[in-house]
């Protein structure tokens, strides 16, 4: 991603959870982000 706030850990780490089908909400809580970031 371009430009993002997010460190490339936690980027990877959702990018993991919506390849496996996760719902935005639990990949946030998962990861420990906003979950309308």
Known sequence: ??????????????IEHFVSGSTALTAASLCGVNRKT
């Open 1 to 14: 991603m371009r430009k993002s706030r997010l460190s490339h850990c936690k980027q990877d780490r959702l």
